[in-house]
């Protein structure tokens, strides 16, 4: 993986005229590491198991999560089912399945990025038909009709404990949505119906926000969603921003192998975040694995023909590339001054949708659609089809983890490892200001010096051959490492007393201690403490006397 081996060098470098060596993952802090978990319930109900990469099953949402998932998108029909109450499939995805995983997520601590496609069954740019009990209604009924399923929605999702973070108001909109707009009446500048719409979801999400009190950073962000992000997303955006639709966020569909090149979406977000001073989000991400076939459906992505682009490997390890560079742009957006924060994150689609089978497509909605979505639409055919995503998945066909899975945990920043020596090389004085390198900073030492070299000397750390001399008598003033540790992530530090048994404190911004550790003597040992509090800055240093620091490290 080229890319990923220059990302990684590049910052390296950057570090070794200090003498600290920093490694961290690609993403910033807070990035949105997502996955669509819609169809989830549906395979489970058929029986499908899924485990790690050892083949030890587990709960899916808590093997997503515990590969650092930070994030469950979950799409939401308004009544995916005939009049005889049979499923659609693609995941039967109505409220209460949004509900369900909402209180699965709760669990776990994990917020949801709700999709709203207010249709029956699937939306995308060839397909925005209304739900059938809104078929007959104006486009101002419509409007009405869309603040108050959002409303009530996100209302019953909320009571039953679960956090709504983000949500997208209709799907993959291209000019259209439920059954209003381009496709319908050949306008596709929003200006029919489509925009209306979008302003009232909006208003629906705002009033929602107001009644469960929640601003700032917990506000519920309002997302419109569109595809081809290199050709046509801007002039939506320029649409919405015409037709004077309030929201926070553009959320992109980039696939790699439809949009392009992962260079022209970074210039493309840019120019989105810099003309219209909006928050950008990959909605949707995948990358095939294989051109296998797994069940008998055909599948979306056959072979390099039916790919815009292929820059990856066809592979496990290629999907991995895929997942990290879409990551690395959003990254690199937030590096950038006049787009920092403005990258919220990437969700992963359909990472759960392996091989199934016609009766159980049938049976419990496995499939892209089934017999009974005709009713609903004459566009599906009225057989049982199967997954068309199988390859795409970050699960192999027994319902095993990829190895790929594991770039989501490299996703995430501050997963950081710093090592210290102050072996065999020139020793630098005390410092006369503190010193921050990737968000670790060494507090000046007014008493005795804190030592490090640079990184490039040779050495085994097991031997322990350096150390960061945390003096006795410290402080969050000084002679103290802090380090900024997300909620939830855990630190691990190796240590050792100077001279024997001595107390390191751990505390936060304010000097309140979080917690005290006995050091029982001069051989490294390791202890590790998790932050239960939000996202913060802590301290560590010794209560008296002198502790030397071999190596800190957060994770998650």
């Known amino acids: 993986m080229l890319r990923k081996i220059k990302i990684i060098s590049a910052i390296l470098a950057s570090s070794l005229a200090i003498g600290i060596t920093g490694i961290?993952?690609?993403?910033?802090?807070?990035?949105?590491?997502?996955?669509?978990?819609?169809?989830?319930?549906?395979?489970?109900?058929?029986?499908?198991?899924?485990?790690?990469?050892?083949?030890?099953?587990?709960?899916?949402?808590?093997?997503?999560?515990?590969?650092?998932?930070?994030?469950?998108?979950?799409?939401?029909?308004?009544?995916?089912?005939?009049?005889?109450?049979?499923?659609?499939?693609?995941?039967?995805?109505?409220?209460?399945?949004?509900?369900?995983?909402?209180?699965?997520?709760?669990?776990?601590?994990?917020?949801?990025?709700?999709?709203?496609?207010?249709?029956?069954?699937?939306?995308?740019?060839?397909?925005?038909?209304?739900?059938?009990?809104?078929?007959?209604?104006?486009?101002?009924?419509?409007?009405?009709?869309?603040?108050?399923?959002?409303?009530?929605?996100?209302?019953?999702?909320?009571?039953?404990?679960?956090?709504?973070?983000?949500?997208?108001?209709?799907?993959?909109?291209?000019?259209?949505?439920s059954g209003m707009g381009g496709l319908f009446d050949g306008v596709w500048d929003l200006s029919t119906g489509v925009a209306e719409g979008m302003k009232s979801g909006c208003n629906a999400v705002d009033a929602i926000n107001k009644k469960y009190s929640l601003t700032g950073d917990k506000a519920v962000l309002k997302a419109l969603h569109f595809t081809d992000p290199i050709t046509n997303a801007d002039w939506y955006a320029e649409q919405a921003k015409k037709q004077g639709v309030n929201y926070d966020v553009v959320a992109l569909s980039a696939y790699p192998f439809w949009f392009g090149h992962v260079s022209d979406l970074k210039k493309a977000m840019k120019k989105i975040v810099n003309n219209y001073d909006k928050k950008v989000v990959i909605a949707e991400t995948a990358y095939p694995y294989t051109f296998d076939n797994h069940d008998d459906s055909g599948n979306n992505i056959w072979s390099v023909n039916d790919m815009a682009a292929a820059d990856y490997d066809i592979s496990v390890a290629g999907q991995e590339e895929a997942m990290l560079d879409i990551y690395k742009t959003m990254s690199d957006l937030n590096q950038n001054s006049e787009t920092r924060g403005y990258g919220l994150g990437a969700f992963y689609w359909g990472p759960e949708m392996i091989g199934t089978t016609k009766e159980n497509s049938k049976k419990f909605g496995t499939g892209w659609a089934n017999q009974y979505a005709k009713s609903y639409s004459a566009s599906y055919s009225g057989e049982n089809e199967c997954s068309s995503w199988d390859n795409n998945t970050l699960f192999d066909n027994n319902g095993n983890a990829l190895s790929s899975i594991k770039a989501f945990r490299a996703m995430r920043k501050y997963g950081w490892s710093w090592k210290f020596s102050d072996a065999a090389f020139s020793k630098i004085g005390k410092l006369s200001t503190d010193k921050t390198i990737n968000d670790l900073t060494i507090k000046a030492n007014s008493a005795k010096p804190v030592i490090y070299v640079p990184s490039y000397i040779k050495y085994n750390w097991e031997d322990y051959d350096g150390y960061l001399a945390l003096s006795g008598g410290?402080?969050?003033?000084?002679?103290?490492?802090?380090?900024?540790?997300?909620?939830?992530?855990?630190?691990?530090?190796?240590?050792?007393?100077?001279?024997?048994?001595?107390?390191?404190?751990?505390?936060?911004?304010?000097?309140?201690?979080?917690?005290?550790?006995?050091?029982?003597?001069?051989?490294?040992?390791?202890?590790?403490?998790?932050?239960?509090?939000?996202?913060?800055?802590?301290?560590?240093?010794?209560?008296?006397?002198?502790?030397?620091?071999?190596?800190?490290?957060?994770?998650?």
């Open 24 to 177: 961290p993952c690609m993403a910033s802090e807070e990035l949105m590491c997502g996955a669509d978990v819609s169809s989830v319930p549906a395979y489970e109900k058929a029986g499908t198991k899924y485990g790690y990469e050892n083949g030890q099953k587990e709960d899916a949402l808590t093997i997503l999560h515990n590969y650092g998932v930070n994030y469950f998108r979950v799409r939401i029909w308004n009544n995916p089912y005939d009049a005889q109450g049979n499923g659609y499939g693609g995941g039967n995805c109505d409220l209460q399945n949004a509900i369900n995983i909402g209180n699965r997520a709760a669990k776990l601590g994990v917020p949801l990025f709700i999709d709203f496609q207010y249709s029956d069954f699937w939306a995308d740019p060839s397909l925005q038909n209304a739900p059938l009990q809104w078929k007959n209604y104006t486009t101002s009924q419509k409007a009405k009709a869309i603040y108050d399923f959002t409303y009530k929605s996100l209302d019953s999702i909320i009571k039953t404990g679960a956090t709504v973070g983000m949500v997208q108001i209709g799907n993959e909109t291209n000019g259209s949505m």
């Open 474 to 556: 410290g402080s969050i003033s000084q002679r103290s490492v802090s380090v900024y540790v997300p909620s939830g992530a855990k630190v691990t530090l190796i240590l050792a007393g100077d001279k024997g048994s001595r107390t390191l404190i751990c505390s936060d911004n304010n000097g309140n201690t979080i917690s005290k550790r006995k050091i029982n003597s001069t051989s490294p040992e390791t202890v590790s403490i998790t932050n239960t509090g939000k996202g913060q800055n802590l301290y560590f240093y010794s209560e008296r006397n002198g502790i030397n620091l071999y190596k800190i490290e957060t994770s998650f």
